[in-house]
Each structure stands twice: as C-alpha cells, then as structure tokens.
C-alpha cells in the first residue's frame, strides 16, 4: 500500500511561482517512478514532469525551463518548483507513481491540489 499527498497549490499572478510537494506514505512497496500530471477543465491529463529513482528527469515542452522537478528519497518527497507560471498552468495537478509490491505492479495517485494563475 502507498499513499501519496499533494500540497503546495493556490493562487498566483502571471509570472509567480508556486512550489508542489509530494509526500510518499506506505510499506514494502518500492518506486519506479513518479511524477506530476495536470487536469486543465474540460482536458485530457497530461504529463508534466517525471523523475526516476536515480534523479533522471522529464519535462513536457510547454513547462521546460520553467517547472523543474526534484526527488529526496531520504525524507520521501518529491517536489514541483514552478516559476514564470501563466493562465494556460491553470488545472489540477496530480502527483503519480509506478509502484511495485510483490509481483504487483500499479499506479498510484495522489487527490491532487488546485493551481490557479490569474490577474
């Protein structure tokens, strides 16, 4: 069993940051790799940034050099820092994993936390 729970979201300006934390929860379990999606209304969930266990990290093109993704295995937390944020960043952000158990493979996923960027 792994449970995982988002913080860190609210409102912000155009060009204000914001920063998400994950905290990860459960027992004999291990972690392939874990990451935030987002929900915009009325959209399709779409990856946003993953990170491996070996601290490898994946960007969607529309967050690159903005959104940077970070990994403490140590205090089992991974962390969404978001800078320059605009309207279009506006949706639920979900954080998920590909957790092993056993033989049992599944994906996990946090309840997800509100960010809002408007005037």
């Known amino acids: 069993q792994v449970q995982l729970v988002e913080s860190g979201g609210g409102l912000v300006q155009p060009g204000g940051s914001l920063r998400l934390s994950c905290a990860v929860s459960?027992?004999?379990?291990?972690?392939?790799?874990i990451g935030w999606y987002r929900r915009a209304p009325g959209k399709e969930r779409e990856l946003v940034a993953t990170?491996?266990?070996?601290?490898?990290?994946t960007y969607a093109d529309s967050v690159k050099g903005r959104f940077t993704i970070s990994r403490d295995n140590a205090k089992s937390t991974v962390v969404l820092q978001m800078n320059t944020l605009a309207p279009e960043d506006t949706a639920v952000y979900y954080c998920?994993?590909?957790?092993?158990?056993?033989?049992?493979?599944?994906?996990?996923w946090g309840q997800g936390t509100q960010v809002t960027v408007s005037s």
């Open positions: 990170i491996t266990t070996g601290g490898g990290a």
């Open positions: 459960g027992r004999d379990f291990s972690i392939n790799a």
């Open positions: 998920g994993a590909r957790v092993r158990s056993g033989v049992t493979i599944y994906d996990a």
